[in-house]
C-alpha cells in the first residue's frame, strides 16, 4: 500500500517555497490557523500583509476574520484607497472607521494606493497614535479637489513619521509660503520622495524639513526664481543623499554645477534629466555625470577643449554614442587641430556635424574633404562649417566637391556658401 503524504506532511522549506508563487491574501486564506505549525511556518506573511490581486470571496474573508486576528503581528500594511467604494459596510467598517492603534499596534510601514486628495486628508485624520509607525508610502495618489496637503501628510501620526515617499504617479505638491514656517517645520522627517510644483522659494522645503537626510525631488514645472533659489541655498548638515528629476525644465550648465558643488557632502547626488535633448557645453567642464543623467540626449553643443577632454575619456564617450546625432563643435582654431579620426570612431550614429573655427577666415578646403572621407559610410545628413573657401572652390563649389571627392554627379547633394557658412546637405 502507498504512503500517501498531505500538504501539511511537507517540511517547512518546501511550504515556503510553494508560498513564493502565491499571493499574500492567498496564503492567509488557505493556511491561516489550520493548526499551530501552519501559523508559525507562514509568520512572515502575517507581518507584511498586502491584499491585491486576489477575489472578491478571499479578500473578504481575509479582511474581516483573519486580518482582526493578527493585527496585532503586522508591521507593514497596504491600504486601496478603492475599498471604501466597493466593499461591503462591515470591511469598510473595518478599515475606514476603526482606530489604527488598537487594530495594528505595531504597524512601522503603511502604504496607501489609489487614494483621491480629499479622501487621503479625512484618512490621515485617522493616522493616530501608532506607536511603531514611521514610514508612509503612497502611490497613484490623484488630485481631484485640489486639496493635496503636503504639510498635513509630514504632520501625520502626530509627527512620527520619519519617512514619507510618493511615486511618479502621484500628485504634484504646490508649496504655499507661510508667516508660519519655522513654526510649521517637521524635523521628524528624514527621508523625502516628493513631486513638486511651486513658484516659491525652494528654501521652504527645507524649512519644512530641517533634518531630513535623504531627499528626492521630481520638478515638473519651475519658475526661475525658484530654480535660482535652489541654485544658491546653503549647504545641508544632515543630507546625505539627494537626486533631482527635471521634467520640461531648462537648466544652465553653471546652475547644475552649482547645484553639484551645494550637495557634495551627499552620498551620492544623483540628477536624473531623461527628456534633456539638448546640452550646450560653455567652457571646459568633466560632463560625464551629466550625460549619465541624461540618457536621451541628442544634440550636443560643446567648444573644442572641453572636446578634447571628452575624447580622451572613454566612459563620457560611450554614453554619447548612443544618442549624439547632431554634434557641435566651437572655439578650435587650427584646421589641423581637431581630431576628426576620433570623433568619426566614437559617434557612430552622428547625421549632421557643425564646425565653428575662432577665425572664419581660415580656409577650410582640407577640413572639408576629410569629413567627406570619414563620414563616406556613416549616413551624414549634413555638414556646416564656419570658415572660408579659396577662389578656386567658390567659383563653383559642388563640382571641385565631385573633382576631389568620392561625391558624382548622379548623387543628390547641395552645397551653400555665404557668410563664411559652408553648408552641405548630402543624401
Known sequence: MEDITTFEMLPDEMILLVCQHLRCAEILYSFFNLNSRLNSTITDFCHYVNLKNVTYKQFDFVATQIIPQIGPSIRSFIFNGQWENIMPNKVDLTFFHSKLSLMLPQLHTMSLVNFIDRQLNLFLDKITDLLQLVKLEIRNLRNEHGEGSLEKILAANNNRLKSVLFDYDSIRFILTKTKNDK????????????NLKTDKTLEHLFI??????????????????????????????????????????????????????????????????????????????????????????EHLNINFNCLSMVLDDASTCELLNKGIVDLEITDFQEVDSIQLDGIAQKFNHLRDLSLALKNPTVFVDSLILKVILLWRDKNLRSLYINGSLTDEMSKNFRQWLINHSHLCQEDLFTVEYKTNWITLWLQ
Open 183 to 194: 513654526a510649521s517645520s517637521y524635523p521628524s522627517i528624514e527621508e523625502l520622495m516628493v
Open 208 to 297: 519644512l524639513i530641517p533634518h531630513v537626510n535623504r531627499l528626492h525631488i521630481d520638478f515638473h514645472q519651475l519658475s526661475s526664481t525658484s530654480k535660482s533659489a535652489l541654485a544658491n541655498i546653503s549647504s545641508f548638515v544632515h543630507l546625505k543623499n539627494f537626486q533631482l528629476r527635471s521634467i520640461n525644465i531648462y537648466w544652465s550648465l553653471d546652475e547644475i554645477a552649482y547645484i553639484l558643488i551645494t550637495f557634495q557632502s551627499t552620498q551620492p547626488v544623483i540628477l536624473h534629466l531623461p527628456q534633456l535633448k539638448s546640452l550646450y557645453v560653455k567652457g571646459t567642464y568633466e560632463i560625464f555625470h551629466l550625460v549619465r543623467a541624461a540618457p536621451n540626449l
